[in-house]
């Protein structure tokens, strides 16, 4: 069929409205339905596989993987790269580099001042320190800014999506100190993976593409006044640190794990050796011409 009639059909289909409905809702479904359309055609998509399609949809949405989809297709990190590039646009620079939110963040996690531990002491894991300061773009520190921490366990499994962990295990919300530092104790995760037999699994094996993550650490950090941080750190020489399937890894974002020990745990109640991270996070102050970073998605709450 050629483009000309199927867009007659496409206008007839849009001429049926007798509301005017939602203006956004109405160009960006009219947009995706003709790409649709015209993909059809060129690609001469058989019935077969559009309810093939149609089927893998419901069942994704039925097992809730479609965030999942959404970091593995790159969309999550292009909606990244389109506020980096709208800053860029409006003269910022500088800042902790942002990276993708990903679908296991849980709202609800305890909160505590300046310091935490977020692991049970069950994992067996290495100890792991981390800590630093927020600061502001001028260098200077946000006094009681919030950093929310989130990570895998030793088998890449994150509390709440893992029956098999307490509640908000590996998470926390810490409550820097009026010098803007934080520190938290906790374990090195392991990288996620999809899971298996699961629909994710299922059309990247279609891809030809890997379902892997390397080992990382979420973060949001926020202070009044700047724009809130999305983020991750990632645990370095990981195999799969520059082979991400959810293209997170980015330069800024890979500190240095330091081996310590002794004397150097005592402030943390560690002894013997442990894993150590320092890294401070940078927040650009909010301005009214670049696009929020308070991103609205339905999360988890606990
Ligand atoms: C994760 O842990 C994650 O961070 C992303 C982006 C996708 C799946 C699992
Ligand atoms: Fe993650």
């Known amino acids: 069929m050629n483009h000309d009639t199927i867009d007659a059909l496409l206008q007839k289909i849009n001429d049926s409205a007798t509301s005017e409905g ?15 359309f015209h993909t059809i055609e060129d690609l001469d998509v058989t019935p077969d596989e559009f309810w093939t399609a149609l089927n893998f949809l419901t069942e994704t949405g039925k097992r809730g993987e479609f ?22 646009k409006a003269g910022m620079e500088g800042g902790t580099p942002r990276t993708i939110e990903g679908p296991l963040y849980v709202a609800g996690a305890p909160e505590s001042d300046g310091h935490a531990r977020i692991d049970d002491g069950t994992d067996p894991g290495q100890t792991l320190v981390m800590r630093g300061r927020v600061l502001g773009d001028d260098g200077k520190p946000l006094a009681h800014a919030l950093v929310e921490v989130w990570h895998a366990n030793h088998l890449g499994s994150y509390s709440y999506f893992d029956a098999s962990q307490p509640a908000f295990n590996l998470r926390g919300s810490i409550r820097a100190d009026a010098q803007g530092r934080y520190s938290f104790r906790s374990v090195v995760p392991v990288g996620y993976s999809v899971p298996p037999g699961g629909k994710t699994e299922q059309l990247l094996d279609q891809l030809g593409r890997h379902g892997h993550r390397p080992a990382h650490i979420h973060f949001f950090v926020s202070s ?26 980015r330069d800024g974002l890979v500190p240095e794990l330091k081996k310590a020990e002794g004397a ?6 560690v002894t013997g050796n442990f894993a150590l991270i320092d890294f401070d996070f940078t927040l650009s102050r909010e301005r009214g011409d670049v696009p929020t970073t308070q991103v609205q ?6």
């Open 22 to 36: 939602n203006p956004r809702t109405k160009a960006i479904v009219n947009r995706v339905v003709r790409d649709l």
């Open 67 to 88: 965030g999942l989809i959404a970091a593995g297709l790159g969309f999550e990190h292009f909606l990244d790269l389109r506020l980096d590039e709208a800053e860029q």
């Open 224 to 249: 009044p006044g700047y724009r809130k941080l999305t983020t991750q750190i990632n645990i370095e020489d990981d195999p799969y640190l520059w082979d991400d399937f959810a293209f997170a890894t």
């Open 264 to 269: 150097q745990g005592e402030p943390y109640g």
């Open 297 to 302: 998605r339905a999360r988890a709450a606990a």
